[in-house]
């Protein structure tokens, strides 16, 4: 009975020693998880470092970027400012120093005032057909062969003042000789329209005193 209550104990022991961890598969144990995790810590640490550094990088790019724009754009403005001052400045100096050099500007001038010279109220048709023949031969077509090389108006325009009322006078008296005309005994209209030697007299004498005045003023 004692030997077996020896034996049991023995066995009780024995299994007690087995089933216990060993120091190095407690230290084996404990250390891997430490290590793993440094070593995670580690890397962890080095990609957020480099991660932090990376985006410094670009800001500065960018700053430098925009630094270089900023100036590109601040000389960009001076020399437009500089060529707009010498446009300007360019455009004075032509306006103050050369004399205003527009030929159709002069012609449509005058071209509206010789408009204005009308014969649609001469009721024959015969008076109106001459007249505005003559008004076309001995006013417009010299008139407008003179101003063909004046280039600015405003230096012949005084020639023109009173070409319009003289005109309409003209016109006016030829019509009251020409219902005068009519009015004799044995006389007709295509008769009395044909003595044009009075008006194309003065419509010539106007013609060439415009043609002097603006030969005179336009240079």
Same mark, same amino acid.
């Given at each position: 009975?004692?030997?077996?209550?020896?034996?049991?104990? %023995?066995?009780?022991?024995?299994?007690?020693?087995?089933?216990?961890?060993?120091? /190095?598969? &407690?230290?084996?144990?404990?250390?891997?998880? @430490?290590? $793993?995790?440094?070593?995670?810590?580690?890397?962890?640490?080095?990609? !957020?470092?480099?991660?932090? =550094? =990376?985006?410094?990088?670009?800001?500065?790019?960018?700053?430098?970027?925009?630094?270089? !724009?900023?100036?590109? &754009?601040? #000389?960009? !403005?001076?020399? &437009?400012?500089?060529?707009?001052?010498? /446009?300007?400045?360019?455009?004075?100096?032509? =306006? +103050?120093?050369?004399?205003?050099?527009?030929?159709?500007?002069?012609?449509? +001038?005058?071209? =509206?005032?010789?408009? $204005?010279?009308?014969?649609?109220?001469?009721? &024959?048709?015969? /008076?109106?057909? /001459?007249?505005?023949?003559?008004? @076309?031969?001995?006013?417009?077509?010299?008139?407008?062969?003179?101003?063909?090389?004046?280039?600015?108006?405003?230096?012949? #325009?005084?020639?023109?003042?009173?070409?319009?009322?003289?005109?309409?006078?003209?016109?006016?008296?030829?019509?009251?000789?020409? !219902?005068?005309?009519? #009015?004799?005994?044995?006389?007709?209209?295509? $008769?009395?329209? @044909?003595?044009?030697?009075?008006? $194309?007299?003065?419509?010539?004498?106007? *013609? *060439?005193?415009? %043609?002097?005045?603006?030969?005179?003023?336009?240079?």
């Amino acid at each position: 009975m004692k030997y077996l209550l020896t034996l049991l104990m %023995a066995l009780s022991l024995v299994n007690l020693m087995l089933t216990r961890p060993t120091p /190095e598969d &407690d230290g084996g144990t404990s250390e891997e998880p @430490q290590t $793993q995790e440094t070593t995670g810590e580690t890397t962890g640490s080095d990609e !957020k470092k480099g991660a932090s =550094e =990376e985006p410094n990088a670009d800001d500065a790019s960018k700053t430098d970027d925009v630094e270089e !724009k900023g100036d590109d &754009d601040t #000389a960009k !403005k001076e020399d &437009d400012g500089e060529s707009k001052d010498g /446009e300007g400045s360019e455009k004075s100096d032509k =306006e +103050k120093g050369e004399p205003k050099n527009d030929p159709r500007e002069t012609y449509n +001038k005058v071209i =509206e005032q010789l408009d $204005q010279i009308k014969v649609d109220n001469v009721e &024959d048709g015969h /008076e109106r057909s /001459e007249l505005a023949a003559d008004i @076309q031969r001995y006013l417009r077509n010299p008139i407008v062969d003179v101003i063909g090389s004046a280039g600015d108006f405003s230096k012949i #325009a005084k020639c023109f003042k009173s070409m319009v009322g003289d005109a309409k006078k003209a016109i006016e008296e030829d019509v009251k000789g020409f !219902k005068e005309c009519t #009015a004799k005994k044995d006389s007709n209209a295509y $008769q009395c329209s @044909q003595d044009r030697s009075t008006v $194309q007299d003065k419509i010539a004498k106007m *013609s *060439s005193k415009i %043609a002097s005045c603006v030969a005179s003023n336009r240079s």
